[in-house]
């Protein structure tokens, strides 16, 4: 089957000559045939994501092209001429625009009409243009935090979230019936612009968003000190316009950007895995900091759904994790809620199963309800659009994920990395008046709430045999029922067989005598097992002992 396909693919008079290329390259070379063409890029975590290059699995202007006509069939079947519109985006990523293009002009050959950015724009901005334009479906180019040989595509529904369970699989099925050389409809570029069928998004929609991040503020001003230092990455992808302008009409006076990743630059020069989750990717920020005795460091990825936070510890500065700072700002946010008066009666905090149980712990003593879900914002957004179509959707007060995913509003319905960076600048600015740090705060939350350490590992199986090894080590947990580690399993939950509401997914979770949770799951982004531990314990040292022993025996798994 690969090789079918590489030689159709061979025969073709490709119009990216970066492709004709790399195929030469590929004679006789069965292993690269059959990773490039052994399957079809498939719809994972965050939509399509693949590495850029020639192949049916991978990132071109023939996988996008492909996918676009496959969604523009379903927009067909199932819209109405008056709400045939899409919206589409792209960051700062090698062939991101030219991807967006293309997305484009096949749906504007397909009768639909295109809203697109007139420059890069963070994935917020699109599912807020996707809302705002009223469109039936946005396309965000992305391969988010992934290094610089990834692109992705992300695909959202008309409320503006990225398509889950269902739609995926009806607008899967739709793009696989289409053949990708012969089934794709295009018009020129230029030719959409002249015609009215591509339409630049005008710029009150980017302001539209600005002003809604902004209205999401929670403190009065003589309660903030505002001239905190900060230090700002946005690791040279598409952050850097929207959070500076933001924080700017916010009133924060003292924001430095590090300006070797201020410009964007899909090759990531100083940073090859732009992801805020590293501390490589945060190093520069660090030094920066270091230097203008700066007091919060903090990065936006690529695509500014995701943001990282560090702060100073005597003389360095630690990082705060996903959850961590996820359940700072819930805490943050309840309080102030309840102070302003602004907390519904019914509050509802969302947050994915691989995040911490500490949030549902915070939520509860504020009164507010947790609901969990699979891993992905999406699920996050979903719920607000189930609240929504109950009349709650103002009962929704955050959403947040392990992965560095916060969202304190309905007005996108993905992860919003502007949304997020502000509300932390704000909460330090809040507790720096009140001559609390973050680190204190923090102590102060697992004092109230119990000590516990979440670490993520993450193991990468590259390539079409990777995939094979990932199956085999799920199958080896899946074998274990009694004991993990020499410990006794209390609980064993296997999401692939379905858990209360939640979708099939292939994830385990082991809950062990020795208050720390397992959960093992393959990536949906990356040819990645994730392996996420929860340990509960008195404090830092005896959790991390646990932890120790726990790998010890763990990493032979993999
Ligand atoms: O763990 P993965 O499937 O690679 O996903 C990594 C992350 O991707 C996106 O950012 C999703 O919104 C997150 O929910 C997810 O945690």
């Known amino acids: 089957m690969s090789l079918t396909e590489y030689n159709r693919w061979m025969q073709k008079n490709l119009e990216d000559p970066d ?54 069939n379903d927009i067909l079947k199932t819209c109405g001429e008056k709400a045939r519109k899409v919206a589409v985006s792209y960051d700062s990523r090698n062939k991101s625009k030219e991807f967006a293009q293309i997305a484009s002009e096949v749906f504007a050959a397909n009768g639909i009409t295109v809203y697109l950015y007139p420059q890069l724009m963070p994935t917020p901005c699109l599912s807020y243009a996707v809302r705002e334009l009223d469109c039936a ?67 009150s929609v980017y302001t539209g968003f600005v002003e809604e991040v902004k209205k999401l503020s929670l403190a009065k001003e003589e309660e903030l000190d505002k001239h905190v230092k900060i230090v700002y990455s946005p690791l040279n992808g598409t952050g850097l316009k929207p959070v500076i302008r ?25 940073c090859p895995y732009p992801n805020p989750e590293i501390r490589e990717a945060m190093q520069l920020s660090i030094e920066y900091a270091k230097r203008e005795n700066a007091e919060l460091v903090f990065a936006t990825d690529p695509d500014c759904d995701r943001v990282g936070i560090a702060v100073r510890k005597g003389d360095d500065f630690v990082l705060l994790s996903g959850n961590e700072t996820g359940c700072l700002l819930l805490d943050y946010i309840c309080k102030m809620r309840i102070a302003n008066n602004t907390m519904p009666k019914h509050p509802v905090m969302v947050k994915t199963i691989v995040t911490t149980d500490m949030g549902e712990k915070i939520a509860s003593h504020y009164g507010v309800e947790t609901i969990n879900v699979l891993t992905g914002f999406k699920f996050i957004g979903e719920q607000i659009a189930i609240l ?44 720096k008046a009140k001559g609390i740090g973050l680190l204190e705060q923090l102590q102060n939350l697992y004092k109230q709430f119990g000590y516990e350490k979440n670490s993520l590992y993450s193991f990468e199986f590259e390539g079409a045999k990777g995939a094979e ?90």
């Open 388 to 431: 929504e179509e109950k009349g709650r959707k103002d009962d929704y007060i955050f959403g947040f994920e392990e992965s560095y995913g916060y969202l304190s509003g309905t007005h996108v319905r993905d992860k919003d990395a502007v949304n997020g960076a502000t509300l932390i600048c704000e909460m330090f600015a809040y507790y």
């Open 19 to 72: 492709l004709v290329e790399e195929l030469e390259k590929m004679v006789g070379n069965a292993e690269a045939i059959e990773d490039a063409f052994y399957r079809n890029l498939a719809f994972g975590t965050g939509g399509l994501r693949g590495v850029i290059g020639a192949g049916s699995n991978r990132m071109n202007i023939y996988t996008v092209a492909k996918a676009s006509q496959g969604i523009a």
């Open 469 to 558: 090894k990932m199956k085999h080590v799920m199958q080896q947990f899946r074998g274990c029922s009694e004991k993990i580690c020499g410990y006794s399993i209390q609980h064993l939950y296997d999401y692939s067989d379905g858990i209360g509401d939640l979708p099939k997914s292939d994830v385990l979770k082991y809950v062990l005598e020795n208050d720390c949770s397992i959960v093992v799951r393959p990536s949906g982004t990356e040819p990645k097992l994730k392996l996420y531990l929860s340990i509960c314990a008195s404090d830092m040292d005896a959790a991390e002992n646990k932890e120790k022993e726990l790998m010890k025996e763990l990493k032979k798994w993999f």
């Open 137 to 203: 479906a946005g396309v965000m180019i992305t391969a988010s935090h992934n290094p610089a040989k990834y692109n992705g595509y992300k695909v959202y529904g008309s409320d503006g979230c990225q398509i889950t369970t269902e739609a995926a699989e009806r607008i899967l099925a739709e793009i696989e019936k289409v053949d990708i050389f012969g089934d794709v409809k295009r018009i020129p570029f230029d030719t959409g612009m002249k015609k009215g069928a591509i339409a630049s998004i005008p710029d």
């Open 246 to 270: 933001t924080l700017s009409e916010l009133g924060y006076t003292d924001v430095t950007v590090v300006k070797e990743q201020e410009q964007p630059d899909g090759n990531f020069p100083t």
